[in-house]
């Protein structure tokens, strides 16, 4: 979350799409519904109507999929209409930056659907390397070069490209009632006044989908054209679900990085030393952005945040490795030579068989609180690579699909020859330490009670896994086997003598010399005198002591927009609204005033020269005045992107593709000239999907969670009171569907997909309607995933039907849009 | 709040009086969970019959059902839910049906069966009970199935954790219906009676002017017979949720 869950309240707009709150965050509800009493009006989108969508004022539905030509709709809306705030955009984003004279959009007639090379998608520049800007206007001609260079502006670019989103071809794509689609439209884009603010709530309905980082894009260009992002009650919102999420992105669980969201080093040449910005072909000067300031080169300035990036990545190659020179340290770090994402890890222990055995194969897997054997999309696949492994490891609660994959119905034992360990875990009230929820606030917690049995706190588990490895490396004096045997483990003895507490004190970082706590990340080095675990916790554990476990309930900010500062500690620096620079009037006689003064985040008083007391913690450079520093600091040109700069695989501006499945032969949006689905997705090898259009198979599908289950659900299917509220899986369909297929509510019937079928009930609702898609009826059905062949309450499981195949650049998963076929059994 | 204060459109009440507000109820079942916890109830079979609403109704495992109610008017889809549970009526019926006394009304309005004394073995040949006939809301229960089989209980209906109202041991903010304490968006509030129904009558009022012509109170509070401890805010007329 650029904001925050208690930010909630102080929205005029609630938007809910991607997302189901009330069944999936119901405690974020507690805000919208807070929101809601003062007047706020909730809008939901979803392909049904939800729980959330029961407590909303305005519902529309949707076809699985589209969310790029519902959301390109109202950019076209706002832009037609002029519901934009110009003023923000000339000072917080890049609307008025000229683009690269060949650069073309998806509206180019010679390559409909598709951007031009992606070496266009850049800034124009002038001689010295600097953008080119306007100055007080969105739209015209280059100040440098003249008409004669051709080159427009981002907001020239994102009018060409939005320009067929008009509402009729987007209902036509979406399938929503175009009466419904207008009012959204217009409630949601009236926020753009300055002292209005609308927030966008989001999950996984927006991420899942070939084009799910795109989905995010379109969210942030109209939010940003909407000036709703930086100030109370905007933002763009990721409800994450376990109350840890963020905290494990946070610390770099993901594939592609390591800590604080800097990048994992790859096997390229370019990384081949740590090296130095300015240092030829090294990992630092390749990472570290170089401040990007524009034609003419006046203040405010780039802040380009992520200069300091070389602190933070010396630091924590200190914190792992206290006593070794951090140029050679870095040499201790993996790197990645590919693709690791989910999907390609099991596409790659599938691909190694005893007829074809990899050169490298994947021999063993370690399996922590998370279940493939339910949740990996085409899941009999992902259990199936499972047979390959010579071992793997399992640390849960409970037995689940995945550590029970080689006795699963359908599977001879004796065939299967992994060697599965099961390592009892502890829940979260078994262990203490601090949990980071998605609004970056990270809160301490005790333990209520020892983990029963044999079970322990993970820490411990891994700790004594980290002792007996480094027992058997212990003497070694091979280069090779330096990583571990120099590494610092668990932690650095002078911090503490327990276990978490002393990784949470390394976390924060301290001073490699005297092991004093640092105060927070601006005090980090990159000269190897200071050590951190992770620069954007650093500042939770300071001299001053444990700052997560901080309980004081009052909203010391004048204006009560919920910043509560004293109650547990939000990254970056305690700050609870990111971006908050763009709350305020960047320059004129306005300078510092904030944009919205009932619900104001920070404020500059031109008087005082400083800002007021008790406002939020100013997003970088605390004490300089706004018009000193552009306010996205975390982008090396100092503001937001509506267009994005290379960037992302697909384009720099988002465009309808349609699903990998779909029921559709032609993209509408095109006219069928353009490509079908996202051109730049990678298909696995072997992987099996339905034609486009396949008539045997023409039912859109979606899956989502419920309330009552957690996810792949180990730890709520063993629960008897949980099962007993959601026993069984089912399949959720119209009425107008049940009645063609002959099937009554409460049936069993039988799911297939091209990829397997599945048999559950039958859940005939009204909450689901057939959509008219391009002038045919497509229907819908959705199904919640949680249930598999493992403990107390089981049923099938909804991913044996989902794809293999996953986003253009993050390779998530495309498990809310894909084709299906139901009968009754 | 005196006692003696004329209410609009209710009879003025003594003691504790709880409100649920449909309109903020996202049917989460978090109040089912944290009640069956709250007594130490144990789960009971259920299987998926075709809508959300799990178990089907009241048991003698389950105090509290929240039910899902689906309409559809002029094209538009609403999604109801109704936490259903005892009332605690201000007269209870069932109390005076009871053969052993075992239904004490606290002066609190407070309705519950004492355990010790009821027996419904012994008190009614019938599978029905004096209670459960006596019952306008078809409330009490003592029987559920578990792994297959029934199970007999002694009469059992929401108590409106009596022992939790100025219970020490626990946290002052936890010192209410754990429902109430539990409630993700805040739809469930205790308090003083008649501050409680000023509360309801306001949000009534909100909610009629606001899209929601028909919110009422239930029961509506006019007159003996309808007098009750908990109440509803609805957004629909009564019967639209199947009540009388």
Redesign the interface.
């Known amino acids: 979350m650029t904001n925050h869950w208690v930010d909630i309240k102080n929205a005029d707009v609630i938007l809910i799409m991607g997302s189901n709150a ?2 999936n965050h ?2 974020a ?2 805000w ?2 807070e929101a809601k009493n003062k007047g706020a009006t909730i809008i939901n989108v979803d392909p049904r ?1 939800t ?5 909303s ?1 305005i ?1 529309a539905s949707m076809r699985s999929g589209t969310d790029i030509a519902f959301l390109g709709g109202m950019i076209k809306y706002a832009l037609d209409n002029n519901k934009y705030n110009t003023q923000y955009l000339l000072d917080c984003t890049n609307s008025s930056y000229f683009i690269d004279p060949n650069f073309q959009t998806a509206r180019d007639p010679n390559h409909p659907g598709q951007f031009s090379a992606k070496d266009t998608w850049t800034y124009h520049l002038d001689d010295s390397g600097n953008p080119i800007k306007l100055d007080g206007a969105l739209e015209g001609i280059c100040p440098v070069h003249g008409t004669a260079c051709g080159a427009k502006t981002v907001f020239t670019h994102l009018k060409d490209q939005y320009s067929i989103y008009d509402a009729t071809t987007v209902c036509s794509i979406t399938g929503t009632d175009p009466l419904v689609y207008g009012t959204i439209c217009q409630t949601y884009c009236d926020t753009y006044l300055d002292y209005k603010s609308a927030t966008m709530l989001y999950a996984m309905g927006w991420t899942q989908h070939t084009v799910g980082s795109q989905n995010i894009r379109t969210a942030t260009i109209l939010q940003m054209l909407l000036a709703n992002m930086g100030v109370a009650g905007g933002g763009i919102n990721a409800l994450r679900g376990w109350h840890n999420v963020q905290g494990s992105t946070d610390h770099g669980v993901l594939y592609h990085l390591i800590t604080g969201y800097n990048p994992s080093p790859q096997n390229i040449w370019k990384h081949s030393i740590l090296g130095a910005v300015g240092t030829t072909n090294s990992f630092l000067d390749t990472e570290t952005p170089k401040a990007l300031d524009p034609y003419p080169s006046v203040a405010p300035a780039s802040g380009n945040w992520w200069g300091n990036r070389p602190k933070y990545v010396s630091s924590m190659l200190k914190a792992w490795w206290p006593t070794i020179d951090h140029n050679i340290s870095y040499q201790y770090l993996p790197k990645r030579h590919k693709d690791m994402s989910h999907i390609s890890l099991f596409e790659d222990m599938l691909d190694n068989t005893p007829d074809s055995p990899r050169t490298y194969p994947i021999k063993g897997l370690f399996v922590w609180g998370t279940n493939p054997g339910v949740i990996g999309s085409d899941v009999e696949r992902e259990r199936s690579a499972l047979h390959n492994l010579e071992w793997m490891v399992v640390c849960d609660l409970f037995e689940t699909e995945t550590s029970n994959f080689w006795k699963r119905p359908g599977v001879d034992p004796v065939t299967i020859k992994t060697e599965v360990f099961l390592l009892p875990g502890a829940a979260f009230y078994e262990k203490k330490g601090s949990v980071t929820n998605s609004g970056r606030l990270a809160q301490w917690k005790d333990k209520a009670c020892d983990p029963p049995g044999d079970a322990l706190d993970e820490l411990e588990i891994l700790r004594r896994l980290g002792d007996a490895i480094k027992s058997l490396y212990s003497g070694s004096l091979l280069d090779r086997d330096k990583p571990i045997v120099d590494i610092n483990w668990p932690y650095d003895p002078r911090l503490s003598t327990d276990l978490t507490e002393g990784i949470s004190k390394e976390i924060n970082g301290y001073y490699v010399a005297t092991g004093t706590q640092v105060t927070n990340f601006v005090g980090l080095k990159d000269d190897g005198t200071t050590a951190c675990g992770n620069w954007l916790f650093s500042g939770t554990w300071p001299d001053a002591g444990n700052q997560m476990i901080n309980r004081d309930p009052i909203d010391y900010h004048p204006a009560q927009i919920g910043i509560y500062h004293k109650w547990g500690y939000s990254w970056p620096l305690n700050r609870r609204i990111i971006y908050n620079r763009a709350s305020v009037y960047q320059t004129g006689s306005n300078e510092g005033v904030p944009l919205a003064p009932n619900k104001w985040v920070i404020w500059w008083d031109a008087a005082a020269n400083a800002y007021k007391g008790d406002g939020d913690v100013v997003d970088g450079y605390a004490t300089a005045r706004p018009s000193a520093y552009y306010p996205f600091i975390m982008r090396n040109e100092g503001v937001g992107r509506l267009m994005g700069i290379k960037g992302l695989a697909d384009g720099p501006f988002p465009e309808h593709y349609e699903p990998k499945e779909t029921p559709l032969t032609a993209n509408p949006l095109t006219s069928g000239l353009g490509p079908l689905s996202n051109p730049a997705v990678y298909v696995y090898p072997g992987t099996i999907f339905a034609a486009p259009g396949d008539p045997n198979y023409p039912i859109v599908a979606t899956t989502y969670r ?3 289950h957690w996810h792949g659900g180990a730890m709520t299917r063993n629960l ?11 399949v959720e369909m119209s009425e107008e569907l049940a009645l063609a297929k002959g099937i009554s ?2 049936n069993y019937v039988i799911v297939s997909s091209a990829r397997g079928s599945i048999t559950v ?7 689901f309607k057939p959509l008219t898609i391009a002038g045919k009826t497509v229907h819908q059905v959705g199904l919640p995933w949680h249930w598999g062949f493992a403990a107390i309450c089981s049923g099938d499981s909804a991913n044996v039907l989902t794809p293999h195949i996953g986003d253009a650049n993050t390779r998530i998963p495309e498990y809310k849009a894909f084709l299906v076929n139901i009968y009754k059994v | 709040m005196p006692a003696t204060i004329t209410m609009i459109g209710g009879i003025s009440l003594t003691g504790i009086r709880l409100l649920i507000d449909t309109s ?1 109820c ?5 109040c ?2 944290v009640c ?2 709250w007594h130490s109830l ?11 609403q ?2 089907p109704d009241m048991s003698g495992a389950n105090l509290t059902v929240a039910k899902f109610f ?3 008017a002029l094209s538009k ?5 109704f936490k259903d549970q005892c009332r605690h009526c201000e007269v209870p019926n069932c109390q005076q049906h009871c053969p052993f006394g075992a239904i004490i009304k606290q002066t609190d309005g407070i309705v519950r069966i004492d355990p010790d004394i009821c027996n419904p073995a012994a008190c009614s040949g019938s599978v029905n009970k004096p209670c459960q006939l006596a019952c306008h809301y078809n409330i009490p229960k003592y029987m559920y199935v578990k792994d297959g089989s029934s199970v007999t209980t002694d009469m059992r209906k929401c108590d409106l954790c009596y022992n939790r109202f100025g219970n020490l041991s626990l946290p002052a903010a936890s010192q209410k219906p754990s429902c109430e304490a539990t409630c ?4 469930i509030f205790s308090g003083d009676a008649d501050t409680i129904l000023i509360q309801a009558n306001d949000r009534v009022t909100y909610l009629q002017a606001n ?1 929601f012509p028909n919110a009422n109170v239930y029961p509506n509070q006019s007159g003996v017979g309808t007098l009750t401890h908990v109440i509803w805010v609805l957004t629909e007329d009564p019967a639209v949720y199947g009540l009388s």
């Open positions: 009330a069944e119901p405690i509800f507690k919208i519904t109507f729980r959330s969508s029961s407590k004022d519902y419920l309330t009552e008897p009171w949980l099962c007993q509220i959601m026993p069984e899986p089912f509510n409460g009930k039958a859940c005939v609702t009204k909450r | 903020k996202i049917a989460c079942k978090a089912q969970v069956q916890q144990p789960s009971e079979d259920t299987n998926f019959t075709g809508t959300y799990n178990p689906e309409i559809a889809v609403k999604w109801l839910f993700p968006p805040g739809a899209g």
